[in-house]
């Protein structure tokens, strides 16, 4: 697989035009989106990944095989970033997700360990009201029991309001869940 980096953004102006179906990445700072990207495309650090969470703190363009635009979103929720910063994020985010027409998809990324907070489901909210496909990928899967992950599946539907089959099991370090991501992605690709 062809996948290489094109630019990051700071603002709308430099957002790359293009008619790609385009998949964007979001989630709290530290849920592992950048991982999670290296992995899904067999890369060891197309992405870069940070020991600090915060560390995305632009829109990052991926073109992948000249058939998706992959975008790697900042994290939201980092307290160690200033409110200044934290809102120009936001406007950013914001922006991105009113006016990118290719937009295809949304990966909206949860820890498996931790139960959807505020900005989580505000996320959920907003690719609902704008019509924007999205799936669920609940990360760090590795990290716990299968015993716990039943359990912790079970709490984050119910608390996130999305159905247990629609919430993806994925682990960066063992690969599992790699495959369903690709499926939705193929598939979304398909049904525009």
Do not use: H
């Amino acid at each position: 697989m062809n996948a290489e980096f094109i630019l990051s953004a700071a603002k709308p102006e430099q957002f790359i035009k293009t008619d790609l179906p385009e998949i964007c990445f979001a989630g709290r700072s530290n849920v592992g989106k950048s991982s999670m990207i290296n992995k899904i495309l067999g890369r060891k650090n197309l992405v870069k990944v940070g020991n600090t969470p915060g560390k995305t703190r632009l829109i990052n363009f991926f073109n992948i095989d000249s058939k998706y635009i992959f975008t790697d979103l900042p994290g939201y929720g980092y307290a160690a970033v200033s409110k200044a910063e934290r809102a120009a994020w936001g406007k950013l985010i914001e922006y991105y997700f009113a006016y990118r027409q290719n937009l295809a998809l949304c990966v909206l990324l949860l820890d498996i360990r931790r139960i959807p907070n505020n900005d989580d489901m505000k996320m959920i909210s907003a690719m609902k009201s704008r019509n924007v496909p999205l799936i669920s990928v609940l990360t760090k899967a590795d990290k716990l029991s299968n015993n716990e992950k039943v359990k912790q599946i079970k709490i984050i539907s119910e608390s996130s309001g999305i159905d247990k089959e629609n919430l993806i099991v994925f682990s960066s370090v063992t690969g599992q869940g790699k495959e369903q991501i690709w499926q939705e992605i193929v598939k979304t690709n398909l049904s525009l």
